[in-house]
């Protein structure tokens, strides 16, 4: 059921007829532009109206279309793939580094000679004896220093 009127030809040539007859010939031009200047300003709304549902819908198709990219980026499986793996790595790399600062540290740390029990021997000198404690202290590594 349409609750537009169907006009057929019959009905436009009654319609034409009548206004003929009540305006009359005189007045029929400046009726008809009155009526088309209607038809113009009604066709303008009514395309005003539809240009604002489709810039409505536009907007809504975007915003949808911008919630689905949020979706899809945090979503991602290679992201979340990857957020898993730092998440993984990031205890061995704490671990490394401390590590490495307690590496650090030692090696900054001075090296102690170990004290030798003093045993005169004839040969050597007291020139000579620093140099040994010296030669002892390059042979031993870092490392082994505070292992000893």
């Known amino acids: 059921m349409s609750l537009l009127p169907q006009f057929g030809f019959f009905e436009l040539m009654v319609v034409a007829v009548l206004a003929l007859v009540v305006v009359g010939p005189k007045d029929l031009p400046k009726l008809m532009r009155t009526a088309g200047g209607f038809v113009a300003q009604a066709r303008r709304l009514a395309d005003e109206f539809r240009a604002a549902f489709d810039q409505m819908a536009r907007e809504a198709e975007m915003e949808e279309l911008r919630k689905e990219i949020e979706t899809l980026k945090n979503d991602n499986p290679i992201a979340e793939a990857k957020r ?19 590496v650090r540290d030692a090696v900054m740390k001075p090296i102690a000679a170990p004290a030798a029990p ?21 042979a031993t590594p870092p490392g082994d220093a505070e292992r000893v």
């Open 84 to 102: 898993e793996i730092e998440n993984a790595v990031a205890p061995v790399g704490d671990a490394l580094r401390d590590e490495a600062a307690e």
């Open 118 to 138: 003093k045993t005169e021997t004839p040969a050597a000198s007291p020139e000579e004896a620093p140099a040994e404690t010296d030669a002892a202290a390059e």
